[in-house]
């Protein structure tokens, strides 16, 4: 399995129209960081300090703000000792699956599942096993005990959903952190979304269980909240011994997280709330209006789920997914990524990144997508 974005952004060579592409493909934030981080970056990078390593766990102050961040949004106990800073939430997920498992183990992985998930599993020969859905594509546990042998390590979720955006509820997630407990597993949840969900209610209650660190992984960018994916820092929030192994893992690939990212956190997470906040309503007004201009299926295209800054989309015709995928770029200016990135047959299915556009491009998509003739 390879990386879809660079695969679709090749596509980008074949337009032959004039006008605008609308590059919905790639899930990075469009707008600029809030001011107070932009200047702590900019008075960062005259310290000489600033280019050596940061301590391997992370800096002291960013594990700490974060860690209060997240007992104030769940309500639950989470300290500094709890986070392991990392360079960013795809290395938070590698180095955490590494730690748990190697080749022949096996972890259970939603359906359709991250890309970056799957590639790094294929890498190390873990095989992901898919969770059965129910309506709304939504996670079965009490269907994922079957699932569970000698060779399971770990479940794995992803709320809100890439790529499909759907957040799955705290009940359903105390249920496979039961399923989790009840097997000795860890249950890995890669909340990288979660201040964009439909909701300010806490994205679970497992912080709550005062032995949550026996079972949960939680992991975290600050990409999407802080609008600074190249700066990459994420987070592992676990207990010692998986947060232990990891570490070791991240000393060899990285050695620490850039200090000059998590400067830019410990600003954005101190002084930023309410900037946060706005960024995460004005998506929610894009998704809005995306939901809005998917409701008539222009050109056929159905709206199967969307949250976060993903529309799951179904494509009409017969054509294989790389196939539309190409058509869209050269008929219609419109560059997504491929369904058959997140699973395992072609659904016809495309992600289709909303959060990317403005709402004058976002109709403008609807647009070129009522364009489609089968």
């Known amino acids: 399995m390879t990386s879809p974005i660079s695969a679709a952004h ?7 129209n004039t006008r605008p592409l609308l590059d919905v493909s790639q899930a990075a934030p469009s707008y600029p960081p809030p001011p107070v981080v932009i200047d702590a970056i900019a008075a960062a990078a005259s310290d000489p300090s600033v280019a ?10 960013l594990r700490s703000a974060f860690a209060a961040d997240l007992s104030s949004a769940y309500g639950g106990e989470v300290v500094a000792d709890d986070v392991l800073i990392t360079a960013g939430c795809n290395q938070a997920f590698c180095i955490v699956a ?13 359906d359709p599942f991250y890309f970056n998930h799957g590639m790094w599993l294929d890498v190390e020969e873990i095989e992901g096993r ?42 359903r997630i105390a249920e496979f952190a039961a399923l989790a ?20 209610a806490p994205a679970h209650t497992l912080f709550d269980d005062p032995a949550w660190r026996d079972t949960v992984i939680s992991l ?27 570490l070791k893992i991240l000393d060899c690939v990285a050695i620490c997280a850039p200090p000059i990212g998590q400067i830019a956190c410990i600003a954005g997470l101190e002084h930023a709330t309410e900037w946060r906040r706005e960024q995460a309503e004005r998506i929610a007004i894009h998704q809005q209006r995306f939901e809005s201009v998917m409701a008539d299926r222009p050109g056929g295209f159905e709206l199967v789920a969307a ?23 050269v008929d219609h200016d419109v560059l997504a990524i491929p369904g058959t990135a997140f699973t395992e047959e072609d659904e016809h299915m495309l992600r289709i990144s909303f959060a990317n556009l403005d709402a004058e491009q976002i109709d403008r998509l609807g647009e070129r997508l009522a364009e489609w003739s089968t």
């Open 10 to 16: 090749a596509l980008v060579h074949h337009q032959v």
């Open 52 to 61: 050596t390593y940061a301590p391997q766990p992370g800096l002291p102050a």
């Open 98 to 110: 590494s730690a748990l498992a190697g080749p022949g183990d096996n972890m259970l992985v939603q």
């Open 130 to 171: 898919r969770i059965p859905n129910d309506d709304g594509l939504m996670p079965n546990a009490e269907a994922s005990a079957a699932l569970i042998d000698e060779r399971t390590t770990a479940i794995v979720l992803v709320s809100p959903g890439n790529p499909t955006g759907v957040s799955v509820p705290p009940e």
């Open 181 to 200: 407990k009840a097997n000795d597993l860890a249950l890995i949840i890669d909340e990288t979304y979660r201040s964009f969900r439909p909701t300010d």
């Open 220 to 246: 975290h960018s600050f990409s999407k909240d802080l609008a600074i994916p190249g700066y990459r820092v994420g987070a592992v929030v676990a207990g010692e011994p998986a947060r232990l192994e990891a």
């Open 307 to 329: 949250g976060a800054y993903f529309g799951w989309v179904r494509y009409p015709g017969t054509l294989a997914t790389d196939d539309a995928l190409r058509k869209l770029v």
